[in-house]
């Protein structure tokens, strides 16, 4: 695996630790798409550090448990503004 994309999949698993950020936010900051992402911090990054991935598997676990209800809050927020 080439080393630029050893470093973007630590630097993404960290950004979402760090900041507990959805897979969307690390994209967005990081310019890449969602799909890079989730393929960096699921798939290669078991390869290079297990023990990043898996706490950065925790964080995403947390965040896709939780989406509904992110869903649910941001339409709230749309009709609210609405009137």
Request: proline share 1%.
């Amino acid at each position: 695996m080439k080393e630029y994309i050893e470093e973007r999949a630590v630097e993404a698993a960290r950004y979402i630790i760090e900041r507990k950020a959805t897979v969307r936010q690390t994209a967005k900051k990081m310019g890449i798409s969602k799909s890079t992402v989730h393929k960096d911090v699921t798939e290669r990054l078991l390869t290079i550090n297990p023990s990043l991935a898996a706490r950065a598997r925790q964080v995403l676990d947390v965040n896709k448990s939780e989406r509904h209800i992110r869903g649910g809050m941001a339409t709230k927020e749309k009709y609210l503004h609405r009137q």
